[in-house]
């Protein structure tokens, strides 16, 4: 009997002695656990982002890996609302440091920027085909390890074109070359888009809004190619200055460089004599002419 008891205490003995440390004890987690809980619950907390979750949790990853240290999710948030979209792609791509394919470049275009290259290739809008440059020939001939003719390169989608010219280039791309290709490839300039925000101007462009905000004074219009462009205000402007049209000193600007009043789009329209897309920096003069009176007029309601 005594030996029986024996043998029955001894598992009594082993579950009080694990319930004794169960309840003694506590369990500890590494402060990079806790960091990652915390910031990762912050980011599903939070409200209004200005970007994808995705993209947020990227950038701070790389701004993390910079400062070398503890920093504070909300902290962090503050930094990224400031940084134009230049600063987040690139912010974004540097968090691996991994060589990006073409969809994806497209996708971080997207959630970034907001522009779908997708669409505008199976549309087959925006800069001509024929209008590619040598580069862009160079980079094609490079990814197909054969010549290209012109009525070959016409006869290809942008998407395709894009990706070609990405598996022609020599070493891994950074947030420049990616941006350069799809300003050659799509007539996109990137750059100068991020450069939009709180400008008061809005752009739509390539059959989509490239870049639009609630207080933008003025709409720069593009057709499906690029060949012609036209401006007009937006309503937003139409409430706040009770004017029902361009203000005379911008009318004055866009005549110096060529556009003209059309009853059509109710604006000031341009089309380029040779029949060719608008070149960069014809479309660089008419957004600094048009900025330049936002900011000397209009300020106050940007």
């Known amino acids: 009997m005594e030996s029986l008891m024996k043998k029955l205490n001894k598992p009594l003995v082993l579950i009080t002695a694990f319930s004794i440390v169960g309840a003694g004890s506590s369990f500890t987690v590494a402060p990079d656990q806790a960091e990652a809980k915390s910031w990762k619950y912050e980011l599903g907390q939070a409200e209004n982002l200005k970007y994808p979750e995705r993209i947020v949790a990227g950038v701070f990853k790389t701004l993390r890996k910079e400062t070398r240290g503890p920093l504070p999710f909300s902290e962090a948030l503050l930094t990224i609302d400031k940084m134009n979209k ?80 990405w598996a022609g280039f020599e070493g891994q791309m950074d947030g420049a070359d990616m941006r350069r290709m799809i300003n050659e490839v799509f007539g996109i300039n990137l750059e100068g888009i991020a450069n939009l925000e709180g400008s008061g101007v809005s752009l739509f462009s390539k059959e989509q809004w490239i870049s639009q905000y609630e207080r933008d004074l003025f709409v720069v219009h593009t057709g499906f190619t690029d060949v012609d462009v036209w401006v007009y205000p937006t309503e937003y402007f139409k409430e706040q200055t009770g004017l029902t049209e361009l203000p005379q000193q911008l009318k004055n600007k866009l005549r110096d460089l060529g556009f003209s009043y059309n009853d059509e789009v109710d604006g000031y329209y341009y089309s380029n004599p040779t029949g060719e897309s608008v070149p960069d920096d014809f479309k660089g003069k008419t957004l600094g002419a048009i900025i330049g009176v936002a900011n000397e007029g209009y300020s106050e309601l940007k």
């Open 86 to 165: 230049v600063e987040v792609m690139d912010n974004y791509l540097n968090r691996t440091g991994k060589k990006v394919k073409p969809e994806e470049i497209r996708d971080i275009v997207s959630q970034v920027y907001g522009i779908d290259l997708n669409t505008i290739s199976e549309l087959g809008a925006g800069k001509q085909t024929s209008a590619y440059s040598d580069h862009v020939f160079e980079k094609v001939e490079k990814g197909l390890k054969a010549d290209v003719s012109v009525a070959t390169l016409m006869s290809l989608s942008k998407k395709e074109i894009m990706d070609l010219y």
